[in-house]
């Protein structure tokens, strides 16, 4: 199919329409449809737009009361150099649509033809607007080409940044075990100490004095001793020469003893019993030191993971800003950022919601007419929106690209430069 020109739109007791309202487009260029407020410029542009909506026309979103109260049925038609499209209601039905050829040859499948011939899409800029920026982005998206599939690297920066996230909370668990340690001890030895080996040291020490203590008590017996034989020999003169014998035998006893004695240097466990007495307490420290040493370890290597993770994320989020950046866009000032649209005003980069409405409409518009349908038509249903300098842009862009604009706008000249709708008719 070639190009095809719009010759005539016919609207007929639609909605509000009271009568057959017939205009023929001077061309490409913008179609104004004015009037007062309740005057049914609103129901002939969703009249037209019916056309290209089989939403519209059937089913459970069907347009309520295509007919007005004093009509039986209502009708809408477009003509163009290639063929004659139109959408006939009856009461108490649905819509249906028709496409034929101007020799009455008919097309079998009259939405899917009208769908093929526009492109795959009748655009309606105030329905662009109100999407949700995701799906603005979206839209944006699948209109320039960048060296990447984008939502694939939105995917891979989500994983790095989960993955990061749970390095980062291995991390905090890790820093809050290691601030419950105490602080290194240097002094500390490595390798826990054995308790037997300070036992048996002590087992030695108390033998040791277990015989100075036998000595002493020893020292004691022969003194007594002795003095007992002082006594026999006071008492017993008789037996003098064998209690001298006896007496000398204990003098060199007592002596050897006394000497032995003398001697004899007790040895100090007041140290050895406080290690043992510690030793439980000093092998706690060590393996809390030991474990904090496991702990550390394992901190450093979960930030390392951490620091690579974040690495990663800004070399994404660089090859990402790098490709937008470079990336041509279809209209001057777009952009697009991880929420939604951007628009450069200037002055700055605000997201496309907080652009006014009337840019809006002209963005959109320029967006939305670079491809090269057969049949090339977009409305505009606040138009009102539009000053007279973007009206007359889009009319530049519209006569460029051969497109048709159907636009409902009273503000300004338009019932001057458009067709004026008063009381559902055509205004003379």
Not at 248 to 266: I, M, P, V, W
């Amino acid at each position: 199919m070639t190009l095809q020109e719009i010759k005539k739109f016919t609207v007929s007791q639609f909605q509000g329409v009271r009568a057959t309202v017939e205009f023929t487009p001077r061309g490409p260029g913008c179609i104004i449809i004015a009037g007062p407020n309740g005057a049914g410029k609103s129901s002939v542009v969703n009249g037209i737009y019916q056309l290209f909506d089989p939403a519209g026309v059937k089913g459970k979103d069907a347009v309520t009361k295509p007919i007005n109260d004093k009509a039986d049925s209502s009708f809408i038609q477009m003509s163009t150099t290639d063929l004659i499209a139109r959408v006939d209601f009856k009461k108490n039905g649905a819509g249906t649509l028709t496409v034929k050829a101007h020799d009455g040859a008919k097309y079998g499948s009259p939405a899917a033809f009208m769908k093929e011939s526009t492109g795959g899409q009748v655009f309606d800029t105030e329905a662009f607007s109100d999407m949700d920026a995701k799906d603005q982005r979206a839209e944006l998206l699948r209109r320039i080409e960048l060296p990447f599939d984008l939502d694939a690297l939105d995917a891979e920066r989500k994983r790095t940044f989960d993955g990061r996230t749970d390095v980062n909370r291995e991390v905090g668990k890790l820093e809050s075990q290691l601030a419950a340690f105490a602080p290194v001890d240097e002094s500390l030895p490595i390798e826990e100490q054995s308790a037997s080996a300070l036992m048996r040291e002590l087992e030695e020490i108390r033998e040791h004095n277990a015989q100075g203590d036998t000595l002493h008590r020893s020292a004691s017996s022969t003194q007594t001793a002795r003095e007992n034989a002082e006594a026999d020999v006071a008492r017993l003169i008789e037996e003098l020469d064998a209690a001298r014998t006896f007496l000398s035998r204990a003098q060199e006893a007592e002596a050897l003893t006394l000497d032995a004695y003398k001697s004899f240097e007790r040895k100090d466990d007041t140290d050895l019993r406080a290690s043992l007495d510690g030793i439980d307490a000093l092998n706690a420290k060590i393996r809390a030191q030991a474990h904090r040493g496991i702990v550390a370890d394992e901190l450093a290597a979960q930030s390392a993971l951490s620091a690579q993770a974040t690495a990663k994320l800004a070399e994404i989020d660089k090859r990402k800003a790098d490709a937008l950046k470079a990336a041509v866009f279809p209209v001057k000032g777009l952009g697009i950022d991880d929420t939604g649209i951007t628009f450069d005003t200037g002055r700055e980069i605000v997201p496309f919601k907080q652009v006014n409405t009337g840019m809006k409409i002209v963005i959109a518009f320029d967006l939305f007419t670079q491809g090269k349908p057969d049949l090339r038509i977009i409305f505009i249903k606040n138009g009102d929106m539009l000053d007279a300098v973007s009206l007359a842009g889009i009319e530049k862009l519209a006569i460029e690209r051969g497109y048709y604009v159907v636009i409902e706008r009273d503000r300004d000249e338009s019932r001057e430069i458009g067709w004026t709708i008063v009381d559902g008719e055509l205004a003379s």
